[in-house]
């Protein structure tokens, strides 16, 4: 049995299915029963039953693609803020190979590079890399940093929304799965990229998101947008970050650079989490 809806708001605790269902990530199964661990909305597929949280912190994995920023300079390597509670770590071996160079005449403090991610260790060590089409140094342009969980929403089925960004804005767009997005092109297009962008971050949750995206992107720009044959925008979308795909690799230009802005996650009213969590706490 299923006490929820897809699509529902839920709370840490709270009940969602029964053993009928197979628990997803964003739940734990206690006496039979599913419950939420986090804050979230529920994605249902099939007999799995999910919570998307409505915020997180990037949790790195091997094979994921990431922006990061240089903030340190050691003997034999960088480091890195890659959005997560763990810093980014690129070896000079992965840059020189066994060549001796000095690495603040290659990347200084401030650059921006587009990286995947070797390895994470035992402890949260991420060893970062650069070997790989379109990854390297960022220039020019400006970043925008969104909830890592929110990025299949934005990349969208096949690269929907993504691309509709693009194509209208004209922009160079690059998508880290640690939720740090590159735009480059006019500035008066980076700065209506970065307004669709934020609003598709604070409006995941909701559905017809395509459409006021469209709608936003003609009235920012005067452009008239065709009518499209939408795929159905499914929240259980952003049950996992997209990996290396074909339609992500095309996003990805050889050389990009710097600026950021951040700004915290808006995703629900207030009030109504907390009425949630004080209905949760009285039962």
């Not at 587009?114 to 970062?128: M, P, Q, S």
Request: glycine letters at 8%; aromatic letters at 4%.
């Amino acid at each position: 049995m299923i006490f929820v809806n897809d699509k529902d708001l839920v709370v840490p605790g709270e009940i969602l299915a029964d053993e009928d269902f197979h628990p997803g990530r964003g739940t734990f199964k206690e006496e039979n029963k599913i419950c939420s661990s986090v804050v979230g909305l529920v994605a249902i597929r099939n007999k799995k039953i999910s919570v998307i949280p409505l915020q997180s912190k990037y949790i790195p994995k091997r094979g994921d693609v990431v922006i990061g920023e240089i903030n340190d300079i050691r003997f034999s390597m960088w480091g890195l803020d890659i959005n997560s509670p763990y810093s980014g770590l690129l070896p000079a071996s992965e840059v020189f190979g066994k060549e001796k160079r000095e690495l603040e005449k290659v990347f200084k403090v401030g650059d921006v590079l587009f990286l995947r991610v070797i390895d994470v260790d035992e402890v949260k060590k991420v060893k970062l890399g650069l070997k790989g089409r379109g990854l390297g140094k960022f220039r020019g342009g400006i970043l925008i940093h969104i909830t890592p969980t929110k990025v299949p929403r934005l990349i969208g089925k096949k690269g929907s929304m993504i691309n509709m960004i693009k194509d209208k804005t004209h922009c160079d767009i690059v998508v880290g799965q640690n939720g740090v997005v590159w735009v480059k092109g006019q500035t008066e297009m980076e700065r209506i990229a970065e307004k669709v962008i934020k609003m598709i971050q604070n409006q995941a949750h909701t559905s017809g998101l395509t459409d006021r995206v469209r709608e936003m992107l003609a009235e920012l720009t005067g452009e008239e947008i065709e009518e499209s044959k939408e795929v159905s925008e499914d929240l259980d979308e952003a049950e996992e970050l997209p990996g290396e795909t074909e339609e992500n690799n095309d996003q990805y230009p050889d050389e990009k650079d710097e600026d950021s802005s951040s700004q915290e996650d808006k995703n629900l009213p207030q009030e109504i989490i907390e009425s949630k969590l004080n209905l949760n706490l009285k039962r």
